[in-house]
């Protein structure tokens, strides 16, 4: 008898200390523009002092850093304009369910969300759960574009990049149907940036159109764009240096006109100057004397 009393004493202390105060569903995974249920239910009766509270932090936010978004203490309060957006499952939340629901759930509303409910009168059943959500998305229809000229032996970049999209997106680029396959040593694709890197474009092989696909578990979306390759980068060369040569040219024809004249407008001047000053003399000199006679 003893043996048994021991045995039923244990499993009484085990299963008092096993009782969780809040219970949540961890993780929860919504498409975008459904609704999300984010369940929290506690094991107490809410008496005199009873609050909920959850509080929401965006991805990558410590949970110590989340805000608040709703309260309740007998009356409800929302705030950062969730009203209209979020409604408790069951309100009042006090038979034992805490749950929430986001309306119409968009790819902001994704993060960590923290269940906290306290009774002061039951402290063993009082806690807090945590409950990340993810919103699922499509990719948005990606831009495609050229960085970098597409010049004779130049290195082109073609980009990619869809501004929306969960879970990760996946790039993957191709050429036009009918075109020949690239060598492999003449591109570098990156599925994860959405970059596909062109060598050393070498002739009009590599030219044409290239369509970029975003996808994931949900859907998938494309972009084009094309790429003609140029010899403009040397005919430019060329012409800018026979531009410059012409202007050098230029510059050194009235450098030398202007010289010239500089030169010969001080030769007429020391010319007129040496001229006035011979007249001044020749005057000096041959000026007339006046004697006077006395007779």
């Known amino acids: 008898m003893a043996y048994g009393h021991i045995v039923l004493?244990?499993?009484?202390l085990f299963q008092y200390f096993d009782v969780q105060a809040v219970v949540v569903k961890p993780s929860v995974f919504v498409r975008s523009g459904s609704s999300a249920e984010l369940t929290?239910?506690?094991?107490?009766?809410?008496?005199?002092?009873?609050?909920?509270?959850?509080?929401?932090?965006?991805?990558?936010?410590?949970?110590a850093q989340a805000k608040r978004v709703l309260y309740y203490n007998?009356?409800?309060?929302?705030?950062?304009?969730?009203?209209?957006r979020m409604a408790l499952v069951q309100n009042p939340p006090v038979p034992g369910v805490a749950s929430v629901r986001i309306i119409n759930a968009q790819i902001s509303d994704a993060g960590l969300y923290i269940c906290v409910v306290t009774n002061p009168?039951?402290?063993?059943?009082?806690?807090?759960?945590?409950?990340?959500?993810?919103?699922l998305a499509p990719p948005s229809v990606p831009e495609c574009w050229l960085q970098a000229c597409s010049f004779m032996e130049n290195d082109v970049i073609l980009i990619c990049?869809?501004?929306?999209?969960?879970?990760?997106?996946?790039?993957?680029?191709?050429?036009?149907?009918?075109?020949?396959?690239?060598?492999?040593?003449?591109?570098?694709?990156?599925?994860?940036?959405?970059?596909?890197?062109?060598?050393?474009?070498?002739?009009?092989?590599?030219a044409g159109t290239y369509t970029c696909k975003a996808f994931n578990e949900l859907d998938q979306a494309e972009c084009s764009v094309t790429l003609r390759v140029t010899y403009a980068a040397a005919n430019d060369g060329v012409f800018m240096g026979i531009t410059l040569i012409v202007l050098l040219f230029e510059v050194?024809?009235?450098?030398?006109?202007?010289h010239g004249k500089g030169r010969s407008t001080s030769r007429k001047h020391a010319k007129e100057a040496g001229e006035?000053?011979?007249?001044?003399?020749?005057?000096?000199?041959?000026?007339?004397?006046?004697?006077?006679?006395?007779?």
């Open 121 to 135: 009168n039951d402290w063993s059943s009082s806690g807090q759960g945590l409950i990340n959500l993810t919103v």
């Open 161 to 206: 990049n869809s501004s929306q999209g969960q879970p990760t997106l996946i790039y993957s680029w191709r050429r036009e149907q009918n075109a020949a396959p690239l060598p492999s040593d003449s591109f570098v694709e990156d599925q994860h940036t959405g970059s596909l890197m062109l060598h050393n474009l070498s002739d009009a092989l590599i």
């Open 252 to 258: 050194m024809v009235m450098y030398i006109i202007l």
């Open 9 to 12: 004493t244990t499993c009484i």
């Open 276 to 295: 006035n000053q011979f007249s001044t003399s020749s005057a000096e000199r041959w000026e007339p004397t006046t004697v006077s006679v006395q007779y």
């Open 40 to 63: 929290c239910t506690y094991d107490t009766h809410a008496s005199e002092g009873f609050t909920l509270e959850w509080r929401y932090a965006t991805p990558g936010t410590p949970a």
């Open 74 to 84: 007998g009356k409800l309060y929302w705030v950062n304009s969730r009203k209209g």
